[in-house]
């Protein structure tokens, strides 16, 4: 009892700390500092152990595989306690839903947006038909966020009623923090979800393993602690449920049908795309028809699921029905064509250094990779999940945006989660039983990494990166080696889509990582049509025969001798002006061939001063996707910058 | 053995170092089949051993012994273990190996410590390499050893090795996530994964130092009250590139590329690059500090000049020692301080800079020059 007390004070403590910013129950007069706060996990983790496994009789104690997660929360929670980013990127937008329905009980953001000074936003500044100010963001994390931020609310008054100065606002830290440890919590009740579904297959440590690894080397940990406010700690929580759910049965009780449409519906409050996973229970009562259950039943409980998921997707509902005078939108918030199912760009979502799933955290290659095994066991449970797989994996490819905005990874994954970490924990087990087998993998794998830690720097003293007698730091060196090795064979986590894509530009694997997903006018953060070369960032748009960067008082240029290859990209192929500034280098005029794609335009002359020529390249030349602009010039030129300029509209 | 053909790109291009150690291991394998007595054998792998170094000894024009010359030649950015990390594997292994054959154990040791000890001679030779590649063959057993080990291991603990591998996943996407949350990297745009790559072995080895060179840079950072990261840049680099140089020059802001060879050089003071008058300087605020990795020290007296300007009064001395303290100018001018040989340090010497009363000095060149000092002149 004195154990449990112990063990409570010290929890509450910590959360108190998050909560306020500072303030603990056991150094009142006391702000903790970094490492009081660590000393305090420490301890609470240390009292953990003893309370829940060392001294815990046989059939209270808890399991390796939980007690290794138990102990990963804390120092996400110290991350999340002092490093951790509250309102930024998306999370204004969903932190905007929870402080409306509490404080002003509706969706009407104009006050909020006012507060974040976005209200001046083109997009803001114009009401909506109903009178209010548009999201296109879910309401499922804003409304599922209301406890903590009513949680804040009492503990305002307790503080207030301390005498202590408090900011009822809605606006303050305080409220922000209850809201981002709530959403932590969500997150890490979901990591132990995952762990209950894999269990049953893998065993308490196998499925707390593969757990762990796919948190802490996935997106997950960031959403988690550095970004807490948006809503994927919330999503992957509701799928896991979901899951979780299915694989105990629950569709064969009218109440489990019931919760299972529940679930799935608040999930796709919180991400519409969820509602993939109806596909699920949909095929499992199909299933049941075949297998000759009685058909009342199958009716009655495919009803309870409709229910459900009716009543999980209301507030979704009226939340638009309020904000756009629609129960249901034909098309995204984001735009008719936010969503394009003609036009995947599914390389670059998966490989792009743009965010791409699998170049950035290479782990869901072990989660994909263990689908298969797993599907060899038993394809009759797990052949089905290859199909949210596959469709969200092509949504997501198809979205305006395929690299998921200023997300860190391919954030829209994290509905597949508990998919991922079946295949993970599969994955995981199958390497087991190899490397058993096989033990000399290991050495192959020391053998093969020291001769790259070598290999890779000769290359780049090959290169001409560096000098092979110069002494480097570690980030310069493994920039040199890391760049040859780009070059000759592409970055490992870009492979295949680098292969791919320097077959078919035919240029170095190493161009895909700054070219792919870098456009000339498409959506944000692209170039305005302008290709400055000679520019610390114009690495993305050469391939080969250009100098290095030169610079001629204020102009920063790039010198052709002969033939030189750019490379730009375009969502759209239409008719461009192109124009060159560019200037003769040894003062005769240059005559410049150009040709797009292998098709030639036509030609510009470069006097011996710097000029702007122009020439028209039709749309027939042009290629969605990246397009290759060859220059052949009668002598060498210095080009400052192409431009690139769309016909009037 | 993959490891001593790649030890560094010195190494793969230097055919007498490979023509070397292919000898060494034909004569290492005869050694150990060989019927004569342990210590004659001993003996001859002793000689095998230090012979480069003895031939390099006569041929230098300038020698010295220093610890830090052992250090840097085995944990250095040139250096043995930093160079081919699984070498590592050859000694551990000499350590379970010395009860199942301490035969062949004494006979590695009898090459391995005096090959070793040799490299505390520090020449104007550059030929680490050369001087290891006759020792290199007696790990071997050590490292088949060691090897033998972890294949046992992962077959009886396979998930072990498994959660060693998560690990480096893991530690890539902390990483990664590192420099995206310092805006290492753009937020929403294209990036370059070498400089990905890049970014997070600068994070690992400024917060932990890279592990090849451990303990060497945790041991340096703290004498030098720096990162760990600065040892591979600077312990094993020599100002004076060989015995002809007798000016050695740094410039300061005029190289923008990560390689510049003046940013490992500067501890805390210096700014960034910056234009000043047709050139590129670098400001120092108030006081700051800069390493000079020196050789061949106390030979001769060190005359060091500083192309400088800004307002007040600048001092700077070597090692704490030697002070120069002179007034600033308007226009670059150059600044000198002469330092007796006895007071230069072979290896890592630091040049504290202050301004008085806090001010700026924009500093543009640095260079060192060895004159001869008046004791040795008589």
């Known amino acids: 009892m004195a154990a449990s007390i112990a063990l409570g004070v010290l929890t509450f403590d910590l959360i108190l700390i998050v909560v306020t910013g500072g303030l603990s ?3 009142p007069s006391l702000k903790p500092s970094p490492a009081a706060f660590a000393a305090r996990e420490a301890l609470l983790a240390l009292a953990l152990v003893a309370r829940l496994r060392m001294l815990a009789s046989e059939d209270r104690r808890i399991s390796a595989g939980r007690l290794m997660l138990v102990l990963a929360i804390f120092p996400a929670l110290f991350h999340l306690r002092f490093i951790g980013r509250r309102i930024t990127g998306d999370a204004v937008y969903y932190y905007v839903y929870t402080r409306s329905m509490v404080r002003d009980a509706d969706v009407d953001f104009a006050n909020e947006y006012e507060h974040y000074d976005l209200l001046k936003r083109g997009d803001f500044s114009m009401p ?15 409304l599922l966020w209301t406890p903590f931020f009513v949680a804040a609310d009492g503990l305002n008054s307790v503080l207030g009623a301390m005498g202590l100065e408090v900011n009822t606002s809605g606006y303050g830290p305080l409220h922000i923090n209850a809201v981002a440890l709530g959403s932590f919590a969500y997150g890490v009740l979901a990591l132990f979800l995952i762990h209950a579904l894999l269990r049953r297959h893998f065993g308490d440590r196998l499925a707390g393993g593969a757990v762990l690894l796919l948190w802490w080397a996935s997106f997950f940990e960031w959403y988690l602690v550095e970004q807490p ?21 629950a569709l064969s009780t009218s109440p489990g049908s019931l919760a299972l449409g529940l679930i799935l519906g608040v999930g796709m409050s919180v991400r519409w795309q969820n509602g993939v996973y109806l596909l699920l229970p949909s095929v499992d009562l199909l299933a049941a ?10 009716i009655r409980r495919g009803l309870l699921l409709g229910a459900g998921v009716l009543v999980g997707i209301l507030p979704q509902m009226l939340a638009w029905k309020a904000i756009y005078g629609q129960y249901l939108l034909a098309y995204p918030p984001h735009g008719a064509d936010f969503l394009r199912l003609d036009r995947p760009f599914l390389l670059n979502t998966l490989f792009s250094s743009r965010h791409g799933l699998l170049s950035w955290t290479p782990v869901f290659w072990l989660c994909l990779l263990g689908l298969i095994p797993l599907t060899r066991r038993n394809p009759r449970r797990f052949a089905i999940l290859w199909t949210p797989l596959l469709i969200m994996t092509y949504v997501n490819a198809c979205s305006g945006d395929w690299w998921s905005g200023g997300a860190y ?7 597949l989660l508990p998919v991922f970490a079946l295949g993970l924990a599969a994955f995981l087990q199958s390497a087991n039983g190899f490397l058993r087998r096989h033990p000399s993998t290991l050495l192959a794998a020391l053998v093969i990494g020291g001769a790259a830690w070598n290999l890779t720097f000769v290359r780049a003293v090959q290169r001409e990166e560096v000098r092979a007698g110069d002494s480097h730091s570690l980030a310069a060196r493994s920039l040199a080696a890391a760049r040859a090795l780009s070059h000759d064979i592409g970055f490992p986590t870009t492979w295949p889509a680098s292969w791919i894509f320097a077959a078919r530009y035919d240029a170095s694997p190493g161009a895909f990582d700054l070219a792919a997903g870098k456009y000339l006018f498409y959506r944000q953060n692209n170039l305005n049509g302008i290709a400055d070369l000679g520019e610390a960032d114009d690495g993305g748009l050469i391939l080969e025969g250009f100098s290095g960067a030169r610079q001629d008082g204020p102009i920063t240029y790039r010198a052709v001798d002969s033939a030189a290859r750019l490379i730009v990209s375009l969502d759209l192929p239409e008719t461009l002006g192109v124009s060159f500034r560019a200037r003769s280098s040894n003062g005769a005029p240059a005559i410049v061939e150009i040709s797009i794609n292998g098709k030639a335009v036509g030609s510009v002359q470069a006097q011996a001063d710097w000029e702007e020529v122009r020439i028209e390249a039709p749309q027939r030349l042009w290629a969605r996707g990246p397009n290759i602009m060859t220059l052949r010039a009668s002598s060498s030129i210095q080009l400052d910058r192409v431009s690139f300029a769309r016909p009037e509209r | 053995m993959t490891s001593v053909p790649f030890a560094g790109p010195a190494a793969a291009s230097s055919l007498p170092g490979l023509g070397l150690f292919a000898g060494s291991l034909a004569a290492y394998l005869w050694l150990v089949r060989s019927q004569a007595p342990l210590p004659v054998r001993m003996a001859l792998a002793a000689l095998l051993a230090l012979g480069p170094s003895m031939v390099e000894f006569f041929r230098a024009a300038w020698w010295s012994l220093s610890f830090h010359s052992l250090f840097v030649s085995l944990f250095g950015a040139h250096g043995l273990l930093y160079g081919a990390p699984l070498l590592w ?25 005096p090959g070793a000890l040799a490299l505390l001679l520090s020449t104007d030779q550059l030929a680490i390499t050369n001087r290891a590649a006759t020792w290199i063959p007696f790990l071997l057993p050590g490292m088949a050893q060691c090897f033998e080990k972890a294949r046992a291991f992962a077959a009886r603990r396979p998930e072990r090795v498994i959660a060693g591998a998560g690990g480096l996943l893991v530690l890539w996407n902390l990483l990664f996530m590192e420099q995206y949350r310092l805006r290492l990297l753009p937020s929403d745009d294209t990036v370059s994964f070498a400089q990905v790559t890049s970014n997070s072995a600068g994070l690992l080895s400024r917060a932990v130092g890279t592990p090849f060179a451990w303990p060497l840079n945790w041991i340096f950072a703290w004498r030098f009250d720096t990162s760990p990261d600065r040892w591979d840049a600077v312990a094993d680099r020599r100002l004076f590139t060989d015995k002809r140089n007798a000016v050695a020059t740094i410039e300061f802001g005029d190289d923008a590329s990560p390689f510049a060879p003046d940013t490992p050089l500067l501890l805390e003071g210096f700014g960034d690059r910056r234009t000043c008058e047709r050139g590129w300087c670098r400001d120092v605020e108030g006081e700051g500090r800069l390493l000079l990795p020196l050789q061949d020290a106390g030979r001769s007296d060190l005359t060091i000049r500083l192309r400088a300007r800004g307002q007040g009064v600048l001092r700077f001395s070597l090692d704490e020692t030697s002070t120069s303290v002179t007034e600033l100018t308007e226009a670059l001018s150059e600044v000198a301080l002469r330092v007796p040989g006895r007071f230069v340090r072979a290896g890592v010497n630091v040049l504290s800079l202050s301004v008085a009363g806090g001010g700026r000095a924009t500093l543009d060149r640095l260079t060192l020059e060895r004159v001869p000092s008046p004791s040795s002149a008589r």
Do not use: C, K
């Open chain 1, 229 to 249: 406010l948006t809503s994927h700690p919330l999503s992957v929580l509701l799928v896991a449920t979901f899951f979780l759910l299915r694989q105990n049965q």
């Open chain 1, 289 to 298: 028809a075949f297998r000759r259950e009685a058909l009342s039943g199958i």
């Open chain 2, 89 to 113: 594997a050859g000694f551990v292994g000499l350590i379970s190996l010395r009860r199942e054959n301490p035969g062949l154990v004494r006979l590695a040791l009898a090459a391995l410590v």
């Open chain 1, 409 to 415: 990874s391919n954030r829209r994954f994290d509905s």
């Open chain 1, 128 to 142: 909506t038909d109903t009178g209010h100010r548009r999201s296109i963001y879910s309401v499922g994390p804003g």
């Open chain 1, 25 to 27: 129950i056991l150094t």
